[in-house]
Each structure stands twice: as C-alpha cells, then as structure tokens.
C-alpha cells in the first residue's frame, strides 16, 4: 500500500573530490590553468605565454624580451 508521506532532508557535504577542472567549477576559484591556478590561496602568480591565455606557474622570469601584460614580475623564491 502506498502512504501519502512526504520527506523533508536538507543535503549537507562534508567531503567533496572532483578532478582539476571540476573543482574549480564547485567552489568558485580559478582553474589549473589561470593566474593564481593552485587553488590553496597561496599567492603565487603564473606567468602567460605571449598569445596564449594559459598560464603555467613558473618560478623564474624567462630571459630576453618577455615583456607580457600582468606578468612582468619578478622570480618567485619559495
């Protein structure tokens, strides 16, 4: 027999896995590919490669004429 019952649940995550671009899209953070790509708040800016809008996060300045937008600082010492 059926009952007219209804059940209210409030859904609550206390563990959330995901890949690199899926987490990215569940807690609002830039992916693996964008400026500050490490998504653990820490600070530490990627640089853009000349007519690409994926950014690596490299530790050194590259040497000679690299003169891109946003991305002219200096080495990062970690």
Do not use: E, W
């Amino acid at each position: 027999t059926s009952r007219n019952i209804l059940f209210m649940s409030k859904l609550f995550l206390a563990l959330v896995t995901a890949d690199g671009p899926a987490m990215a899209y569940l807690n609002g953070l830039v992916g693996h590919s964008g400026k500050f790509g490490c998504r653990l708040y820490c600070g530490l800016p990627g640089r853009l490669k000349a007519q690409s809008s994926h950014y690596s996060p490299t530790l050194l300045k590259p040497s000679g004429d690299y003169n891109v937008s946003g991305c002219t600082h200096d080495n990062n010492n970690v």
